[in-house]
């Protein structure tokens, strides 16, 4: 029996997915699993609770021994455990594949914004395909709100969409996306922008952020690079999925046009000016240029043959309705 025709059976409107992946961020479960249930059990939809614990770190001893203890006291919820740690993208990811409802939404293991507000934000995806937390008006420090408009300004500069708090972690979307979307490595905090790629409606519901959450985020220089390495990432595959030579064409183009002139430079002074061109570190430069620039096209070209040539079998669109 595959995992729909489980969905089918158990006739579950809405799956909850609990990731624990980051170290540094936990409340109490048994306190946290009561208020997540009493604001459940308030929407009257039949829904199941997955909990994701992602792998072994030792900082997860104590919440996977309370998981159990839920588990243990009666608590109809589902536990995956992870043999090592993959990252809360990959949590995510299984998380969804084990989950049979109808409608999913992933909540954060701690309290991000004010619990009563959930219960709207599902409501609201009756109106759209995905839903996302908006924490407004933010009650985060100065340095908090820089880096999150920097981020964000970084994200959606000159793209079609305009999000404003991708930071959280309270989203609830319908499971055709699912489909449509893959998500793996960190892109877990890209998800709606990935999802609007393929035409999907995606809103922002303004929610109220809990005062657990306004304390000074500064985080390791290494977490600021992966998450710029994930922004250019992301940004590609939004941009020149199936037209690569854009990208590589433009770029091979322009290092053509630097080598170009390079030449231009180098022929007048070997010529008018009679400078030798011998042990010239300019001229290696410019070949390098020129033969970079080649390079940089050619990939583009044969990403555009390849494209062609899968083009029936890449559908990176939806459907909303067809009326006959």
Not at 8 to 26: C, G, T, Y
Not at 47 to 58: A, L, Q, S, T
Request: aromatic share 12%; with cysteine.
């Amino acid at each position: 029996m595959n995992q729909r025709s489980l969905s089918s059976d158990k006739n579950i409107e809405l799956s909850v997915v609990i990731p624990f992946s980051q170290a540094h961020r936990f409340d109490p479960v048994k306190e946290l699993y009561g208020m997540y249930k009493e604001m459940l059990e308030s929407t009257g939809l039949n829904y199941e609770v997955i909990f994701i614990i992602d792998g072994e770190r030792e900082a997860f001893k104590s919440k996977r021994k309370e998981i159990y203890k839920l588990k243990e006291a009666g608590e109809n919820i589902t536990i995956i455990k992870l043999a090592k740690w993959f990252g809360e993208g990959t949590a995510l990811s299984i998380g969804f594949e084990h989950s049979c409802g109808d409608n999913i939404l992933t909540l954060p293991p701690y309290e991000q914004i004010e619990i009563s507000d959930i219960p709207g934000l599902i409501d609201a995806l009756q109106k759209s395909d995905m839903v996302i937390g908006k924490r407004w008006p933010r009650l985060d420090s100065l340095l908090n709100r820089i880096q999150s408009k920097i981020f964000h300004y970084l994200i959606c500069f000159r793209g079609d969409f305009k999000f404003t708090d991708l930071g959280c972690n309270v989203r609830c979307f319908k499971r055709r996306i699912l489909e449509k979307v893959y998500i793996y490595g960190e892109q877990h905090l890209f998800l709606p922008i990935l999802v609007h790629r393929y035409g999907f409606k995606v809103l922002e519901y303004n929610v109220t952020q809990s005062k657990k959450d306004t304390f000074k985020k500064l985080y390791p220089p290494g977490t600021y690079l992966r998450r710029f390495l994930d922004l250019i990432s992301v940004f590609f595959l939004v941009k020149f999925t199936k037209k690569p030579l854009r990208f590589f064409g433009l770029a091979g183009v322009f290092t053509l046009f630097l080598g170009a002139l390079l030449s231009v430079y180098l022929f007048v002074e070997r010529i008018f000016l009679h400078v030798p061109l011998r042990n010239r570190p300019l001229l290696l430069l410019d070949l390098l240029l020129i033969v970079l620039g080649i390079q940089l096209f050619a990939i583009g070209l044969i990403g555009e043959i390849i494209i062609f040539t899968h083009a029936k079998e890449l559908k990176d669109y939806t459907i909303e309705k067809i009326i006959n």
